[in-house]
């Protein structure tokens, strides 16, 4: 139950924020579900689609409007607010025709308790976590002052590649008033919820099954770690990008089905996919596959439900020994190792799946083989400066949700429609079913991991003491751990530069603070400082010399700042 009371307490503290901000994605999500609303057997699936919709419509708006604030700055801010009025106004001319919202109570009481398990996530946090966060921050902060020097297009696109998120945050940040790194854990955990519900519209909108579609929003949501535990890495845009990777397929799906509208298909198509790999760039090799398996699995499926079930059975066994061979790894570290129960169950009950919905099953079950593939795949040497493999094991970590949930989505429906005309097994499979998930859901962390929340409050007063009391040309050395060949910050020295303008160099955790080199190179800076934040990848702070040699300024807790003279070196 405290879940439930922190997160009610963050919903309180951010209910402005949080209407604000889906109010104009059901508003233009509604543009397109109400094309498809003349279908009324998928009426059932407008709300749960408007989410992923509206999120690509409003993210390519708001970037079209930043990007035309760069030769008109003045438009920054009334813009922004004709776009939340624009979302208002289609929101309520859906309601007037044909939209009716209140036979969706159900729907958005089930997104409200979502959320509000969700928001228990920030119910403590200082500042978002990881070093990501300080990046997508910094990058915010490039739209929202387009005029400066340096917050080009171009400066700003030669470390980042996709700005679909950051346009979605700024654009909450200029309607909401204030700027708050905040805001960017919140957009998170929004779209942690958006995700179920783009994998209902999937698993619904192709086998226009209500039980498959609910069990896959389950398992999306609350059968696994991932894709909520890549809240803790900051990754934002990947977790933006999965919430409405599913919602485009089902959408590019309907229009194909519909003979009315299957001419438009193409430029619907193209227009959400760009949109999609605008919110994140590795989505378009998750689209390439999708498009790839599904294609495969319309051409095989009728020849293997053909053959005997001596070879449905052995392809069955094959295809679960392929899949957890390509992906051990991931599986032990993810899945297998604490959600053991919930595969098994996944495995035992794929031949069901193939059963009921043969299509789908292969189709899910090629698109998990190719993103194991597809991860192996090293990218050519001039695109290795954003990623050594197609798709990284980050993104690999994060997408085996989405096979795993509809096979176990499919497996589970397909047993309960075998046992239509028994009503007690139907029940009884239905309790047991959901008992499992209770279960599995508690066993589920809903707060920050330890490991990557860096900033405590003896660091916020550090910030504060650093905007006070340090020249605006100073340059604080904070650590870093390499990883490739770059480092990546491992303290709260992470935020200074995003929070108080005062620019940060990382050097590796581990070097010593005293070697002559070492001196050398933090002197080629101008009043160079060290951020020393008291955590395991820190800098050490307990060398005896270290108050010895260089000027302790500040000190708070663990944390402390020294000042480097040069002079003396």
Known sequence: MQIFFDGIVIAGRYWEEILLFMVPVLGFGG?????????????????????????IILALLSFALFSLARVWPNILHLGSWILFVLGLGALFLHGRHGQDWRSHILYIMGFSVLLIIRLAFLKDMQLPPYSDSPEHYLI???????????????????????????????????????????????????FLVVLPFSVF??????????????????????????????????????????????????????????????????????????????????ILVSFVLAFLSFYLALQFTDFLMTKGKTIKIVLWAISILLAFWMHWTTFFQVYYSNYFVVLI??????????????????????????????????????????????????FLQIAL?????????????????????????KRGAITVIFLIFAWNATQLSYYPDPCCGYVRNRDLAAYDWIKLNLPSDATLIIPGLRVSDRLIGTDAGIWIQPLTGRETKKRPFDISLFAPDVVNDFCLFNSPYIYVGGRQFSF??????????YKELFSQGKTSIYQIDCASH
């Open 31 to 55: 543009l397109i579900t109400s094309i498809l609303s003349r279908e009324k057997r998928i009426d059932w699936l407008l709300f749960p689609m408007s989410l992923p919709l509206g999120t």
């Open 201 to 282: 519209a999937l698993v619904g909108g192709i086998t226009q099954n209500n039980t498959s579609a609910w069990i896959a929003l389950l398992l999306s949501g609350f059968g696994w770690q991932m894709p909520a535990f890549a809240a803790n890495w900051g990754k934002y845009p990947a977790i933006v990008g999965m919430a409405v990777f599913p919602g485009v397929l089902v959408a590019i799906y309907l229009f194909w089905q519909n003979k009315n509208l299957k001419n438009t298909t193409l430029i619907v198509g193209l227009f959400f996919v760009v949109g999609a790999v605008f919110l994140h760039s590795r």
């Open 401 to 425: 949700f989405l096979p795993l949930s509809m096979l176990g989505a499919l497996g589970l429906s397909g047993f309960i429609k075998a046992f239509t005309g028994q009503s007690h097994v």
């Open 345 to 394: 169950i996944i495995a035992i009950f794929i031949p069901f799946a193939f059963r009921s919905f043969p299509i789908l099953s292969l189709a899910a079950f090629l698109y998990l083989f190719g993103i194991g593939f597809a991860s192996k795949i090293t990218l050519p040497p001039f695109l290795q400066g954003y990623s050594y493999r197609l798709l990284d094991r980050t």
């Open 540 to 549: 050490n702070s307990s060398e005896p010399e270290l108050s010895n040699r």
């Open 140 to 190: 915010v902060q490039h739209f929202l002052s387009p005029t400066l020097e340096g917050n080009s297009f171009y400066a700003i696109a030669g470390p980042y590649y996709h700005f679909g998120f950051h346009s979605l945050a700024t654009w909450l940040t200029v309607i909401r008033g204030f700027d708050s790194p905040l805001l960017l854990a919140l957009l998170g955990q929004i």
